[in-house]
């Protein structure tokens, strides 16, 4: 048995936080990508060294298995989602930024720091991602976001490149079906909006809550059957006002927090100094269009 070292064993694992990356954008779950990237390498490791030294690219080699059981995966899930119990929202991501008075400061470490955070891990894109086929959103996560060509991206997902062309077409197509004419708010903003909501919520301010909603307004809360939540989204701006309110009558002992979630500031709910829930937000024209509760605590683990 060789004792040599392996010189191409820091490249490999080099390409563990863009696996990470490329398969959360993917499943939406940090934990599942977590397992998708150590399949990618138990099969790099069940090669022998011969069978690794043969290929010439073992980056894109590693990104080729993982979008592929990412794809697999993805196929499967429209069946583990129907045994879903209430809502499934994907997993959202900590951040080191806090926001506080509008600025944003340094805290503790982040567990999920793997993770680049920009525009493509917000929850209202993930959101949008769900909808897709597998297909599509393969083809578009590796084309958009991480800049493969068509002939790259149909290699991996065994498509035609005009294809995969015509995939992430239709996946564009259903984010700017998405999207509100206006442009996306500053960060600040929303920022703005987000503590204008829980300073209403804590004081259980019905009215205040009503002028911070859109008065289409949904919320979506996701318990996994572990904890409570709310098996159906609640709609309309005063009913989801009337909904915090009493949310915020029942429980006395709750801290809420100002968190970057995800990428874009939101709320985190902590009980005796742990997080029970964590809350993202769509904010348009100074009004909130989506609130994100997640509270099934195996989405949580990040945020520990």
Same mark, same amino acid.
Request: charged share 25%.
């Given at each position: 048995?060789?004792?040599?070292?392996?010189?191409?064993?820091? !490249?490999?694992?080099?390409? @563990?936080? @863009?696996?990470?990356?490329?398969? %959360?954008?993917?499943?939406?779950?940090?934990?599942?990508?977590?397992?998708?990237?150590?399949?990618?390498?138990?099969?790099? %490791?069940?090669?022998? @060294?011969?069978?690794? +030294? !043969?290929?010439?690219?073992?980056?894109?080699?590693?990104?080729?298995?993982?979008?592929?059981?990412?794809?697999? &995966?993805?196929?499967?899930?429209?069946?583990?989602?129907?045994? %879903?119990?209430?809502?499934?929202?994907?997993?959202?991501?900590?951040?080191?930024?806090?926001?506080?008075?509008?600025?944003?400061?340094?805290?503790?470490?982040?567990?999920?720091?793997?993770?680049?955070?920009?525009?493509? =891990?917000?929850?209202?894109? *993930?959101?949008?991602?769900?909808?897709?086929?597998?297909?599509?959103?393969?083809?578009?996560?590796?084309? +958009?976001?991480?800049?493969?060509?068509?002939?790259?991206?149909?290699?991996?997902?065994?498509?035609?490149?005009?294809?995969?062309?015509? *995939?992430?077409?239709?996946?564009?197509?259903?984010?700017?079906?998405?999207?509100?004419?206006?442009?996306?708010?500053?960060?600040?903003?929303?920022?703005?909006?987000?503590? +204008?909501?829980?300073? !209403?919520?804590?004081?259980?301010?019905?009215?205040?809550?009503?002028?911070?909603? +859109?008065?289409?307004?949904?919320? =979506?809360?996701?318990?996994?059957?572990?904890?409570?939540?709310?098996?159906?989204?609640?709609?309309?701006?005063?009913?989801?006002?009337? %909904?915090?309110?009493? *949310?915020?009558?029942?429980?006395?002992?709750?801290?809420?927090?100002?968190?970057?979630?995800?990428?874009?500031?939101? &709320?985190?709910?902590?009980?005796?100094?742990?997080?029970?829930?964590?809350?993202?937000?769509?904010?348009?024209?100074?009004?909130?269009?989506?609130?994100?509760?997640?509270?099934?605590?195996?989405? &949580?683990?990040?945020?520990?």
């Amino acid at each position: 048995m060789s004792t040599q070292p392996d010189p191409g064993l820091s !490249a490999i694992v080099s390409e @563990r936080r @863009r696996l990470i990356n490329l398969a %959360y954008r993917l499943l939406g779950s940090l934990a599942d990508a977590e397992d998708v990237v150590q399949e990618t390498y138990a099969r790099w %490791y069940a090669m022998s @060294r011969q069978e690794q +030294d !043969a290929i010439g690219n073992p980056g894109g080699w590693l990104t080729t298995v993982a979008s592929r059981v990412c794809l697999d &995966l993805l196929g499967s899930a429209r069946a583990r989602r129907e045994r %879903y119990v209430g809502e499934w929202i994907p997993e959202p991501l900590p951040d080191r930024t806090e926001w506080i008075d509008g600025r944003s400061s340094r805290a503790t470490a982040d567990p999920a720091d793997r993770v680049t955070l920009d525009e493509s =891990i917000n929850m209202a894109f *993930l959101v949008v991602l769900e909808s897709m086929t597998p297909a599509e959103r393969v083809a578009f996560i590796l084309h +958009d976001v991480f800049r493969y060509t068509f002939v790259e991206v149909a290699e991996i997902v065994g498509r035609t490149p005009a294809a995969c062309r015509k *995939l992430a077409s239709s996946a564009r197509g259903r984010i700017r079906a998405s999207r509100t004419p206006a442009p996306a708010p500053p960060a600040a903003q929303v920022a703005d909006v987000v503590r +204008d909501f829980k300073l !209403a919520w804590e004081a259980r301010d019905i009215e205040a809550l009503i002028g911070l909603l +859109d008065p289409d307004v949904t919320a =979506i809360g996701d318990g996994g059957g572990l904890v409570s939540a709310e098996l159906r989204p609640v709609e309309g701006g005063e009913r989801v006002a009337r %909904y915090f309110a009493d *949310l915020a009558g029942r429980e006395t002992d709750l801290a809420i927090l100002e968190r970057t979630v995800s990428g874009q500031p939101g &709320l985190v709910v902590q009980q005796d100094g742990v997080t029970v829930t964590v809350m993202a937000f769509d904010v348009a024209d100074g009004r909130i269009r989506h609130i994100w509760a997640v509270r099934n605590p195996e989405k &949580l683990r990040p945020w520990a």
